[in-house]
């Protein structure tokens, strides 16, 4: 327990015009920030219109892996709410970049991760058709894998089986030099609007769990994201804000990179998690909801 | 790096006299030590038909829950080797023995391990069937799960699905006072000859990642099942010898209970790993395959 650390401050009258006036971009988390499975959180679609009216940029940053970018922008767009490709940062965008600075030549993945990979150059194997694939043990018959594959990456999968668990584990274990890499480690999150559901940080697990290995992290809390953003918008990370909803995740990427940080209490974290002392990731503000800002700031 | 640890000493004729005749009950682990997958390793039949007729009690620790002690006792018959099911312990039988001494009214388990908790007079949820159950994410839609299961029981599933996990994680989070019990832990194992595959440790690390709890550990290296074994074997630990292929679940567990210990080469450890420096873990013997006592004793 870190006694020393500072406690957040909730958003209130006084101080939200001095954070909207110090901030030119708003980071924002999706899942428990803007939705919530499929259902748009209450008054975000006027809270992004206020933004984007006042001269703000707005980026999307996500730790959900199941979409590429193409496939995000066309979920904002079908809930009334228009947002760009190139203002989307998702882990799965965040895998393939790792690849490509890195110069990897393939790869085994899952999911929807195998888009931005296409997309990067990368030949994927896996997705969702590895989703009914069964793994038998059988006597004198040997589970075949893909020797030149040099990179597993694991994300939020609901197909998770046991083939997919032993292709990655036979890879990982047996091919030299086969990197291990998580689009992130969140322990659950919000995929439909009434609860919670284990994400991607149960399937890492479980690769850890049978290669005792540790994977290289590039979503968040891990800053790799942030230099294709720097790219792309020329702001210093001192006035940016990370709006999100997880400490552990979105709050410690913010404050790593060194934005200011907006904690939401529309998600996984209640107003007593902020508040108990082993929680020693503290956001500079907290509010309920990010459509607050809207009253806040008024007409 | 412990630079005082003691070395193992290779099985040989000049040792293997003094460990025979010290020792009254041989335990020994079943994967990579009596068979792999379905094959019986060479010379196992012999080699336990010597000891029994040296009058050497002989007890079977398996951390594989995948089989009863009953289905264990059958696949030794299959195999020609005459075991009864009271010479088997197996963390199956150790997990509804754990809920039992906790007086644990139900669970939810997965596998084999259903008919040990039946014995034990448990109602159990969860098995094979839920191999093919799927779980969806809907608006509007809950995922139910029964607020009175007691304890959440995991091990080896080679019908891993996120239905499962789902499940499993709603007991564990939301069920006041649930337990998580794992069989074991061993991160993969010789489930066929040919090759090893994710053991009970890749979903208990699964369940691990989605609830962010530590489960209680009842098969090896945990000595839980060394209390139900005395009680079935009246022999002081130091008269016993573990014989196994793990060191980090075998070897630990006869270390932890004082018995005498013996690796065997025959399974997921080879003599490179075993001299390895980081390898803390150290038996009192080694050798390369349990018929090597047949041999070494002489006829």
């Not at 590895?130 to 994300?155: C, I, P, Q, T």
């Not at 559901?197 to 891990?222: L, N």
């Not at 790593?256 to 500079?284: M, R, W």
Request: some cysteine; aromatic content about 8%; charged content about 20%.
């Amino acid at each position: 327990m870190n006694t020393a650390k500072r406690a957040a401050q909730l958003l209130s009258s006084h101080n939200v015009t001095s954070l909207f006036d110090s901030v030119e971009a708003f980071l924002f988390d999706c899942d428990g920030v803007i939705w919530k499975g499929d259902k748009l959180i209450d008054g975000v679609s006027q809270t992004l219109e206020m933004l984007r009216s006042k001269g703000k940029k707005l980026v999307f940053v996500t730790n959900n892996s199941t979409k590429s970018r193409r496939q995000y922008a066309k979920k904002f767009n079908s809930l009334g709410i228009s947002v760009r490709e190139d203002e989307i940062f998702s882990s799965s965008f965040a895998a393939a970049m790792y690849l490509k600075v890195n110069n990897f030549p393939r790869e085994k993945g899952g999911e929807g991760i195998l888009e931005e990979l296409q997309l990067a150059g990368y030949t994927g194997l896996g997705g969702p058709e590895d989703g009914e694939k069964r793994a038998e043990w059988k006597s004198n018959s040997l589970f075949e894998h893909d020797k030149s594959v040099g990179a597993v990456v694991v994300g939020l999968d609901p197909h998770i089986n046991y083939y997919k668990l032993q292709y990655g584990t036979l890879c990982i274990r047996e091919n030299p030099g086969c990197l291990f890499i998580a689009t992130n480690r969140d322990a659950v999150g919000h995929m439909t609007d009434l609860q919670e559901w284990p994400g991607a940080g149960c399937m890492v697990a479980a690769m850890c769990g049978s290669t005792e290995r540790e994977p290289i992290v590039v979503g968040k809390p891990s800053t790799f994201m942030m230099d294709f953003l720097l790219q792309k918008f020329q702001v210093s990370t001192s006035k940016m804000c990370m709006v999100g909803d997880r400490l552990d995740t979105d709050i410690l990427f913010g404050k790593n990179a060194g934005c200011k940080t907006l904690l939401v209490l529309s998600g996984v974290t209640n107003q007593s998690t902020l508040e108990d002392p082993s929680s020693t990731i503290q956001p500079d503000y907290y509010t309920s909801n990010i459509s607050d800002c809207l009253h806040l700031l008024g007409p």
